[in-house]
Nanobody, 125 residues
């Protein structure tokens, strides 16, 4: 069974850092597009950072320079390092994986078939 499980969320003060992890079971990350999404209350789910199946990396403008996405291949775990957090980063963060995602759709939630359950990130001012 293909599953994703996030961990690492929590509460932090503005300017702080958190690292999120997304462990895969039932499949390996190679040949998959992997993306972190987030959803704040009352807002649509938005793409934050993505690794394409070809290894290319894309960041949303709002997090570029502050967030880093990478895969720990030894652990088959997707990582999102987040620094200089602000209250605007408060949201539930989800990891998602799918094959067949192209550069035009990598931040489109409907392009992804497999999702984690989400982990809450709260940043206080």
């Amino acid at each position: 069974q293909v599953q994703l499980a996030e961990s690492g969320g929590g509460s932090v003060q503005s300017g702080g850092s958190l690292t999120l992890s997304c462990a895969a079971s039932g499949f390996t990350y190679s040949s998959y597009s992997l993306t972190w999404f987030r959803q704040a209350p009352g807002k649509q789910r938005e793409g934050v950072a993505s690794i394409g199946a070809d290894g290319s990396i894309t960041y949303a403008g709002s997090v570029r320079g502050r967030f880093t996405i990478f895969v720990d291949n030894a652990k088959n775990t997707l990582i999102l390092e987040m620094h200089t957090l602000s209250p605007e980063d408060t949201a539930i963060y989800y990891c998602a994986a799918s094959q067949g995602v192209n550069s035009w759709t990598r931040f489109n939630p409907r392009a992804y078939k497999t999702w984690g359950q989400g982990t809450q990130v709260t940043v206080s001012s």
